[in-house]
């Protein structure tokens, strides 16, 4: 029999796919349980009027998500907390915490389970994607320092909790530097390693070229001088 799947069914298809299953596979079970419909003009018409309503929703739902991904990706969200000596705080800030704070900023609301990071524990800045789709993830900067140091952070100024932070050019910059640094240091290996191999051939070159004393002159050495 001909049925038009109202839901997914292992081995058959999704809902809207139009498939052939054995009569009493339709009849007994399919049916009866609202999973598929018998295929007549009218079911085929109103299948193509779902299937095209479809169609225009997820394409809707994806300009959504773009939008939504655009207007978030970098945004900045920072919250003054209580901390120890060592930079743990007193609690955390946790993704109800940052999609709060992301719907005041932007005005986009984001369940908190799409936002992919535990609840953060340490002063510093973090970097927070936002599962929006399969293709889509924008990235939040979340700034966690201590509450006396809000305003100074907002006003351009050095803070105590992000003196080993960096940010802007200045990560870029010391990446540079990381990379130029590793790569001097294999430089200096390798040419280490080269000079050592080097030495190592000279030496045995040196061995190979060094004249073997012939048998005579080695018998001859080993006489003791005769008598006067």
Known sequence: MKVILKDYIYKHGVAGDVVNVADGYARNYLIPRGL???????????????????????????????????????????????????????????????????????????????????????????EVPVRLSSELSPRLRVVIVREEEVEDYLAGKPVESLAAEYTGEEVQAEAVEEAEEAEAIEAVEVAEAIAEVTDEAEAAEVIEDEPVPAADDAASAGEEAPAE
């Open 36 to 126: 598929a419909v018998k295929v007549t003009e009218g079911a085929l018409r109103e299948n193509q009027r779902l299937t095209e309503t479809v169609v225009i929703r997820r394409e809707e739902l994806k300009s959504r998500e773009s939008d939504a991904a655009q207007r978030i990706d970098g945004v900045e969200l920072v919250f003054g907390v209580k901390a120890g000596k060592n930079n743990k705080l007193y609690g955390s800030v946790t993704t109800i915490d940052i999609a709060r704070a992301l719907e005041e900023k932007t005005g986009v609301d984001i369940n908190r389970r799409r936002i992919s990071e535990r609840p953060l524990r340490e002063l510093g800045i973090h």
